[in-house]
């Protein structure tokens, strides 16, 4: 019996210990996580000022500390209308989906479906025998290729290591014209393309190089999404719906919104003659996604849209070393090796590194000063979302607006710097 009442004591003490150290968010003032109030004041005035100039139409912010929720407030317009824009606002988040993309492969990781070395064409056997590109014919986008020597990995995939391309964005303009030409959908269409029948035509297209040799912002979060459809056995939008989104309570979180949502999405703007504009159509851009259309594509790298708060959530389950809201998506050793440069030095320059989701701080960018500790993880979207998330004085950071094109914007690095600022006790 004592030894009975011994274990259940030690148990008792293990949980709420355990407890302690999990963090579910919720409002409080800032003092009282070590926080200046003063100096989020100055945040938020930043901010208003940046919207009172024109530097942007608005934006939301959000930060956290020890789960503690000390700003979250709107600023500015939400269209080119004038509508006020509301803290729940809903945005194109854009890259910001490739990290969540990431966590849905880990997940699935951890239950032994495969292991990270393994050639993608294990599993989609259409990327079997990757191509370089030899030549291109200017006049029609022909192309001839050999053969790269080396297989795509799942680990090259997660880490922009594979060689792939970026259609839209891509920076050789050679590869924009390959990807138009073979039909390619990048993300942001209401027209009814399939997961499956795009990646296996990119499979088809030449590697910018063999796999494994640089780091290259790419693609390979889409064919992750349907890696995911392939190995779970569902639609990659019901994965991420039923493991992350509903546990997490991130229910603002969606590839294409609701009606009863729609009205809550915040217009892309773009600044002309002046005066911000909403943003028109273009060839990869439909400005009804994600409200209308065939809502049958799920963009693994840049297809969702959400609120400030439920990436908040998702961030927070890093920091509880993968736990929130009592669900457990992540072991702490998982949490662990995403968050470890497994780039060397391919990636970005000495002050930072990438992981198996996210950019990550570096000593040397730790000593630069207002990019936050050492070990910080962070990245964006297309359209003009920033956040940041730091495991060592577990500070959240959540800049979301929505704009395109050329302009005079330096509330990203102000937000960061003057949120490190503004801890006053770690």
């Known amino acids: 019996m004592k030894t009975q009442l011994l274990a259940f004591t030690f148990l008792f003490t293990s949980l709420f210990l355990f407890a302690q150290n ?30 009172d100039e024109g530097k942007i139409p608005g934006a939301v912010a959000l930060i956290a500390k020890d789960g503690k929720i000390v700003l979250y407030k709107a600023f500015g317009s939400a269209n080119a209308n004038g509508k006020k824009l509301e803290k729940d606002a809903i945005f194109r988040i854009a890259s910001q989906t490739k990290a969540i993309t990431a966590t849905a492969v880990m997940m699935l990781w951890e239950e032994g479906k495969f292991q990270l070395d393994d050639p993608i064409s294990k599993y989609i056997p259409e990327f079997k025998n990757p191509q370089l590109l030899e030549s291109f014919n200017e006049a029609d986008s022909s192309f001839t290729t050999k053969p790269a020597g080396e297989e795509i990995t799942i680990r090259n995939l997660l880490t922009h290591t594979s060689g792939i391309g970026y259609g839209m964005i891509d920076p050789d303009e050679r590869y924009r014209k390959i990807f138009a030409k073979a039909g390619i959908v990048d993300a942001f269409t209401t027209r009814p393309v399939k997961l499956k029948e795009n990646e296996k035509k990119l499979a088809k297209l030449p590697l910018h190089f063999k796999p494994g040799e640089k780091w290259y912002y790419s693609e390979g979060l889409d064919v992750l999404g349907y890696f995911i459809e392939v190995i779970s056995g569902k639609s990659f939008d ?51 996604y994600p409200k209308k259309g065939a809502r049958t ?36 050793l998982t949490v662990k090796m995403i968050l470890t440069n497994q780039t060397a030095d391919l990636f970005g320059g000495p002050e930072n590194y990438y992981g198996l989701a ?69």
Do not use: C
């Open 358 to 426: 996210f950019g990550l701080v570096s000593e040397k960018g730790k000593a630069k000063g207002g990019l936050g500790s050492e070990g910080t993880f962070d990245w964006g979207g297309y359209f003009n979302t920033q956040y940041f998330a730091d495991p060592v004085t577990d500070v959240i950071g959540i800049l979301m607006k929505q704009t395109q094109g050329p302009v005079d914007d330096q509330t990203g690095w102000k937000f960061r710097q003057m949120v490190f600022s503004s801890i006053t006790e770690e």
């Open 22 to 51: 999990v963090q579910n968010l919720e409002s409080a003032k800032p003092e009282s996580v070590g926080m200046s109030s003063e100096r989020l004041e100055k945040i938020g005035n930043m901010l208003q000022s940046s919207v």
């Open 238 to 288: 019901q994965f991420l719906r039923e493991r992350i989104f509903e546990p997490l309570n991130m229910n603002d979180t969606y590839f294409y919104l609701p009606e009863s949502k729609a009205d809550r999405l915040v217009a892309v703007q773009e600044k002309q003659d002046g005066k911000w504009k909403n943003f028109g159509a273009t060839p990869y851009y439909d400005p009804e």
């Open 297 to 332: 594509f799920f963009s693994g790298g840049a297809g969702l849209s959400s609120t400030a708060l439920d990436y908040a959530k998702f961030l927070q389950m890093y920091l509880n070393n993968g736990t929130y809201n009592g669900h457990r998506l992540l072991s702490p």
